[in-house]
């Protein structure tokens, strides 16, 4: 068995409350200021890292933070190899520039996929070690000695021979005249001294005591407030305003009217609210109006039944499902939005010379191009401001708002801030695709002898990153992420990709992209196969885990520490998953009870993960939480319907979210890896839904292929 840490958690509002006091507390030292520009002499050795005179050491994050913890564990592994002292480390949010900042794993700047850490480890490892031995060079050369015998730690260069000592702010200028060596040596992992460790978050402060900045928040002087209202139909336009008794409300100002939406510009939101409420409104609402539900359905199943573009395919598969027991299904995944605790907004300037924008986005470079575009500037002329998100799920991966701002801003005389309703923005997302995913298998000697699953679904990347796709033969990779790496030993399978564009609805990247699609329907099939095979879930997936040691271990664990085969009451059942998702191992138990009524109660959630080398245990945790309670709240409640193509959810009291009294005691278990880090911002959340589905199963003998849960079909007597 692998050396194991074991971080248990059980939240509850009491302990919250008084953890997150004592983080206030103790970890003012550790505030995040913000960076002052580049001064004459300080030490900038790459695009990552500034050492001024005074020994300050501002860390440029390539990556966004949105509750992740990025702005944390991606200065741990700078200021690791670089020696830095951590207590004299800032972090400034780099400015859009795809040449410097580009993900190395999506090839565009941009913070998505869980890979932060794991696409920037290397990078930003060389560049803290070369920056470090630039600084060692230095010292060398003011003590005459040979570099070799100097040694650097928390912030200064050491000469153990003679006891000297400089601090890397009086070397930042002989440092800037040395070379950077083009491969330094990297430390042993077991000579870190900051990676590893449960560091305190260095954005924690300032979200405690209100200083932190987020897009919602910024106020540039003689800003103006506007709200907006695009057309309820996908796709429609704009066909007579009347205003009259808009512009009669204190506050308001101004009335833009462009061909695809409407916004009230005030002194404040309040006004611009009342202001667009009073708006009369004629839509011409164009070819989508009678778009529904049940069309985008029907569509996805005929698509479906088609043969697909061959993702993966290994040994006989057709040979080998003509032998043994024969068992399918088919599942079923809605559209979903993000409704992000910060919704939509974009403050912009415009003047005929320059366009100014302060926005949380995933992808600035992006929405630099955007503004450039829709204003005609030169890309230099645009500057944006990028601050933190408050949540991003992959909707700010869009740039749809932003280019919506511009156009409102153009109208606008001085700064405006547009800011969404609730409303405006679920009934505006670009929402998770639904999959339709239809698989085959046969049993031999209590083994999967064939497997053939065919992924029906819309390809985001072929919009959003067209060279990926064409480049790839018009199969989505994402889509078929989890899928065509299915972790079991099969020797003989077939993934097939159909790509089906829903009528109207516009889709985008939701936290999890392709595997909490594939995740559930794999890990959901594989528990139905168990059961025809008479196997024990756990022994079942154990049995073809010989060659993924790393997932073996931690299904093995999760069960352990579970208590997978401890008895439990009447409608009352565990559900376990396991998946290789964004390079980290995951296994997941959901204990979950089944009342007369349908009404699910979640007990407790157990999850076991080998994610490589973890940069910050506390981080790893707390996005696992935030992962499992994200997906199982979209299993329970999560789905957009449409109807005369318009998205009937408007909010939070007909787009639940699970609250915290329904949330049980989660319980991570990580694994010690010398593997290299792996992604954990959405594991969590493709883990959740297929467990609680074979919980539900294993509780009351019903198998629900389509989410969200029907509560129907779990009361006592309704059973499908």
Known sequence: MADIA???????????????AAAGTLLFAFRMPIAQAALAGDFEPNAFIRIARDGKVTLIMPQVEMGQGVYTSIPMIL????????????????????????????HVQATGNSNSVRAFWLP???????????????AAKRWNVDPSTCTAGNGEVSHAASGRKLSYGVLADDAAKQSAPADPPLKDPKDFRLIGKPLKRLDTPDKVNGKALYGIDMMPPGVKIATLAACPVFGGKVGHVDDSAAKTIAGVRQVVVLDD?????ADHFWAAKQGLEALEIVWNEGANANVD?????????????????????????????????????????????????????CVVHVTPESCEIWVGSQVCGRTQAIAAKVTGLPLEKVTVHNQLLGGGFGRRLEVDATEKAVRIAQKVDGPVKVLYTREEDIRHDVYRPVYYDQLTATLKDGRINGWHHRITGSSIVARWLPPAFTGNHDIDFDAVDSAIDIPYDIANLRIEYVRDEPPAVPTGFWRGVGPNNNVFAIESFIDELALKAGKDPVAFRVAMLDKTPRLKASVQLVAE???????LGRRIARGLSAQVSFASFIATVVEAEIDEDGEIHLRRITS???????????TIVAQLQGGLIFGLTAALYGEITIDKGRVQQSNFNDYRMLRINQTPPIDIHLIKSGEAPGGIGETGATAGPPALANAIAAATGIRLRRLPIDRNLLATGKKA
């Not at 958690?9 to 409350?17: D, E, G, N, Q, Y």
């Not at 930003?124 to 230095?138: E, P, V």
């Not at 520490?561 to 008895?567: E, T």
């Not at 076991?608 to 506390?618: E, R």
């Open 6 to 20: 074991d971080i248990k958690i059980a939240p509850s509002r009491r302990t919250l409350l008084k953890t997150g």
């Open 79 to 106: 200021a690791e190899e670089l020696d830095a002292a951590w207590d004299a480390v800032s972090v400034e949010a780099a400015p859009p520039n795809e040449a410097l900042y580009a993900n190395p794993l999506l």
């Open 124 to 138: 930003l490892r060389k560049a803290g070690a070369a920056a470090r031995a630039m600084l060692i060079g230095a």
């Open 261 to 265: 939406l409407v916004a009230v510009v």
């Open 293 to 345: 539900s049940a069309q985008v359905w029907k569509q996805i199943r005929k698509s479906g039944e088609k043969s697909g573009l061959v993702a993966r395919s290994a040994g006989d598969e057709q040979k080998a499902l003509g032998e043994g027991e024969k068992h399918e299904a088919r599942y079923e995944l809605p559209f979903l939005a993000h409704a992000p605790m910060e919704p939509m907004n």
């Open 561 to 567: 520490k579970s208590g997978w085969n401890k008895p």
């Open 608 to 618: 076991a993960v080998d994610t490589g080398i973890g940069v910050n245990p506390d």
